[in-house]
């Protein structure tokens, strides 16, 4: 196995029934979800701001004892394919009339009742542009085709990991990702939308097949008629027996990284004054996560993250975690006195890439390193990995170390369910793709703030970084 300094090879998704009252009458030809009364701002503010608000206070407001559901009759509309990645086009696409709307409702055409009515589903999303507006549309619908409760992040930000480990620790059945990955983000680029299911990973071809039939067939969108929710603060909205909590996006997925981790060894190793390290946030997702969990807990200094603050157009950046789109830190981290150990992740905050002081580690060796040191580095692995993975053009640096520490191992095609499946089966801990993807069986997306600790917590366990790549040469 060779050390990586210079290879550049891989450039990498209710009202109940009982007491709403449900109108299939319906209302004139012209009536849509634009113009029902049921407010859907197609015009978003223009205006780039934070998407962090400041108010964190909990509260419960009470709506009325039932909701009315509408009836929206809708044509089907072409190009709606989804794949598990979910669907993906220009902000543009999105907001043309009943777009959105369509989707979400041939999706929940597509699910048996048990797993939506009166259920529990999670919404979040990367808080790139239009993502406020959709949350507005996606509550709607979700009360109208009767779930019980949406469980939405403040100002509709929740990291694609976050959701996964949200679905899970809360046992919801399932849950919508708002994003474009590591697509850029305002009026003229993309949006995405995705659904994962109950075990938190992204919906099998069975169902995607479904919704895509379903969107050539669609006519009547079931919407409900309640004001737009305040995603801005978090607690509690009821609706008759529908209800909105607006979560804090940060704290499920802390408790989640606590229980991973060790917190206090992490601690050790960002307090030495002789370890350098930076973050770039890309002005992404986990920008909200890398002041509370970095700074906040593991003792980061506050200037170690750059490009913190979420913005709708990512500061009209392109959340790619590469040497092209991070060439910011790409430059500090090639400084002669640059930090120790850099790192960046992309738009919903699952792919993520990782620097030394001048070198880059290349997607299919760092989940090789990771493999390598778990057991040794972090609590959740002390019982030793149950398999390893890579997908197909991932490089053989993980079947080494599968060899050598006789874990079981999985060359699967491409597609990060392939690796949940392996999970779910209990075969598997920790997986990687060439594509900026690592991830384990914590929750069922692959993660980039999770792999940042990781390395840290690897880090503390060699001596520095320059060690590691030097102990996995001898393998
Ligand atoms: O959501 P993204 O980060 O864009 O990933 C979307 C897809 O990209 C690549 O094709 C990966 O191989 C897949 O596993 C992943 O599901």
């Not at 669907?87 to 043309?96: G, N, P």
């Not at 979700?142 to 990291?159: D, F, M, T």
């Not at 930076?278 to 969990?293: C, L």
């Amino acid at each position: 196995m060779t050390s990586t300094y210079t290879r550049f090879d891989t450039v990498f998704l209710f009202s109940r029934f009982a007491g709403a009252k449900y109108s299939p009458l319906l209302p004139s030809p012209s009536f849509t979800l634009s113009t029902s009364g049921i407010h859907l701002r197609t015009k978003p503010n223009s205006r780039f701001h934070s998407i962090i608000a400041s108010s964190s206070s909990s509260s419960v407001v009470a709506g009325t004892d039932s909701i009315e559901i509408k009836s929206l009759p809708t044509k089907p509309i072409e190009g709606q394919k989804t794949g598990t990645s979910g669907l993906r086009k220009k902000v543009k696409v999105f907001m043309e009339e009943n777009y959105l709307a369509n989707w979400i409702q041939a999706l929940f055409n597509s699910l048996p009742p048990e797993d939506y009515k009166d259920a529990t589903l999670v919404l979040g999303g990367d808080g790139r542009y239009f993502n406020k507006e959709a949350s507005q549309i996606i509550i709607k619908i979700a009360a109208g085709n009767g779930v019980g409760q949406i469980l939405v992040g403040k100002e509709g930000i929740l990291s694609t990991p976050a959701v996964s480990a949200v679905i899970r620790k809360r046992k919801a059945n399932g849950g919508f990702i708002m994003s474009a990955s590591h697509n850029p983000g305002g009026p003229e680029y993309d949006w995405g939308i995705k659904f994962n299911y109950s075990s938190g990973q992204p919906a099998p071809e069975s169902i995607t097949d479904k919704i895509y039939g379903n969107t050539l067939s669609i006519s009547e969108i079931k919407v409900a008629e309640i004001p737009d929710i305040d995603l801005s603060n978090v607690g509690v909205t009821k609706y008759g027996n529908f209800s909105v909590e607006v979560i804090d996006p940060v704290s499920d997925y802390l408790e989640l990284m606590e229980e991973v981790f060790d917190f206090d060894l992490i601690r050790g190793l960002l307090s030495r004054s002789d370890f350098g390290f930076m973050f770039d946030a890309m002005h992404a997702v986990t920008g909200a996560y890398a002041k509370p969990i970095f700074v906040d807990n593991l003792g980061a200094k506050p200037d170690s993250i750059s490009n913190g603050v979420p913005l709708e157009d990512f500061g009209h950046g392109h959340p790619d975690p590469n040497l092209t789109y991070a060439k910011d830190l790409v430059d500090v981290m090639y400084r002669d006195d640059g930090p120790d150990f850099g790192a960046a992740s992309d738009g919903d905050g699952d792919r993520n890439m990782v620097l030394g002081n001048k070198f880059f580690v290349t997607p299919s060796d760092s989940v090789a390193i990771i493999a390598a040191n778990a057991q040794e580095a972090i609590p959740y692995f002390h019982a030793g990995p149950k398999g390893l993975a890579r997908s197909m053009p991932t490089s053989g640096a993980l079947d080494r170390v599968a060899e050598k520490l006789k874990l079981p191992f999985f060359e699967v095609p491409t597609g990060w369910k392939f690796f949940g499946n392996l999970m779910d089966a209990g075969k598997l801990s920790i997986c990687g793709e060439e594509s900026f993807g690592t991830g384990s069986d914590h929750i069922r997306e692959k993660d980039g703030i999770c792999l940042r600790m990781v390395f840290r917590s690897i880090l503390h366990c060699l001596t520095a970084f320059q060690e590691i790549l030097r102990h996995l040469d001898l393998w």
